[in-house]
């Protein structure tokens, strides 16, 4: 090993040794998106997708929630937990598909279609959530949808999980925003074509923000907790991964038997990537950054937050 990997390597275990520590001295959890960074993974109490980790938010008994993941993330576990602090280690990871949607626009649109219910995805800020209906995530988005008496509804804000959405519940009228996930967009059928050519045994698995003509190529289409799902109950051997990079680290380790690929190098999420083990440490030492909701839209927020836990039931996410 060279010097300078060897010094990074012990830079890092005296981070994990001093994380440990501030962690049990302050009674913290960190929760840990399944985009992060394979470093922060490893440290994770907890590790899943935003449905996953808002109900390990609600159950923990810490005092302290160190959000590793983007700012609508550790927002959703501060609207559920008023009254415990949250941390989000880097203040500027954020999603620029929440940030294609604000609320005087969705204001607008209620108004153009005042029959429609309003479905918000996760990935939106607590003030557009304060003025949907219900959230869904990409695990729950087509049960949240058929779950909705109002024949139309109003998706916001990923056009492509909602062209999904409507092709799954034909029966309702989705109105679409025009907002994407800046990464998901960037896998094109083109990629998707030269990865099975190169590894034919394999099934393409993707994520429903996708492009539909990516989807269009799909054997199976299903957020990051239904792809852990998938891969470990199918009988393929070898798949082939249409999502955030940060994915491969757990399925690799969770199906040691199996092998995945990513069909391009550019599905990474620059906001994701920033958490790093220097500032979940800094985050615990000086208790920052702390993420706080105005109490008048944290109460519509959570209304709209766990109408969706309560649809999905308590324990058993779906696909
Ligand atoms: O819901 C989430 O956590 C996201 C952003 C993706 C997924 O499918 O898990």
Known sequence: MI?????????KEDLRKKIKKLKEKKNAVIIVHNYQRDEIQEIADYLGDSLELARAAVDTTADIIVFCGVHFMAESASILNPSKMVLLPVKEAGCPLADMITVQKLRQKKQEFPDAAVVCYVNSSAEVKAESDV???SSNAIEVVRSIKNKRIIFVPDKNLGMYVQKEVPEKKIILWEGFCSTHIRLTEEDVITAKNNWPKAEFIAHPECDPLVLKLADHVCSTA???RYS????TKEFIIGTESGMLYRLKRENPGKKFYMPTTHLVCANMKLTTLGWVAHSLENLVYEVKVPDDVREKARVTLERMLSITGKNKPKT
């Open 232 to 235: 470990k109950t199918s009988n």
């Open 135 to 137: 959230s869904c995530t």
């Open 226 to 228: 239904g792809m852990f």
């Open 3 to 11: 010097d300078r990997e060897r010094t990074e390597n012990l830079y």
